[in-house]
Nanobody, 124 residues
Framework: VQLQASGGGLVQAGGSLRLSCAASQRTLSPVVMGWFRQAPGKEREFVAG????????FYAESVKGRFTISRANADNTVYLEMNSLKPEDTAVYYCAADLKIGGNYYSNLRYDYWGQGTQVTVSS
């Protein structure tokens, strides 16, 4: 199974970007799909997640009100709409899929599949 992330780029502070992530296997049924990011010299951190059933969303405090995660279950695609971007949002963004039910979906350690990452750079 491959997750293909796209949509990153260079944007000025206050701008917007939309990331997409598609799974190569349409029969994949992740319980949760999430976005993480990793800035140079920092650990990978949770950004946003969405459940397959019910479309329940959850976010890191640092992006609440600015980022919106959504999904299209039919083709296992998840999106991350990022608005009011700040220089501190600069990082490589990864999408991930978790097949397990229950537990801490904020932890990158539990996700089963990962995309290759897409660079987001926000200039001041």
């Amino acid at each position: 199974v491959q997750l293909q992330a796209s949509g990153g780029g260079l944007v000025q502070a206050g701008g917007s970007l939309r990331l997409s992530c598609a799974a190569s296997q349409r029969t994949l049924s992740p319980v949760v799909m999430g976005w993480f990011r990793q800035a140079p010299g920092k650990e990978r951190e949770f950004v946003a997640g969405i459940s397959r059933i019910g479309g329940i969303t959850f976010y890191a405090e640092s992006v609440k009100g600015r980022f919106t995660i959504s999904r299209a279950n039919a083709d296992n695609t998840v999106y991350l709409e990022m608005n009011s971007l700040k220089p501190e949002d600069t990082a490589v963004y990864y999408c991930a899929a978790d097949l397990k039910i229950g537990g801490n979906y904020y932890s990158n350690l539990r996700y089963d599949y990962w995309g290759q990452g897409t660079q987001v750079t926000v200039s001041s």
